[in-house]
């Protein structure tokens, strides 16, 4: 979790060029996605 972390933010703040992040085995990060899901609803990051 902390790397996709780092990789989210060096990608928000113009480090990695922008360019898709593929995710596999959707149960692996159901966790995280749940995360990003109820952070979005709470307007902490853009949908």
């Known amino acids: ?5 780092i990789e989210l933010c060096n990608l928000k703040l113009g ?3 922008r360019v ?3 995710f596999f ?3 692996y ?3 995280l996605e749940a ?3 109820r ?3 709470e307007g ?3 949908r």
Request: aromatic residues 4%.
């Open 1 to 5: 979790m902390e790397e996709i972390g």
């Open 15 to 17: 480090i990695r060029p």
């Open 20 to 22: 898709p992040y593929v």
């Open 25 to 27: 085995h959707p149960d």
């Open 29 to 31: 990060l159901s966790d």
């Open 35 to 37: 995360q990003l899901h």
């Open 39 to 41: 952070m979005s609803v």
């Open 44 to 46: 902490r990051i853009p």
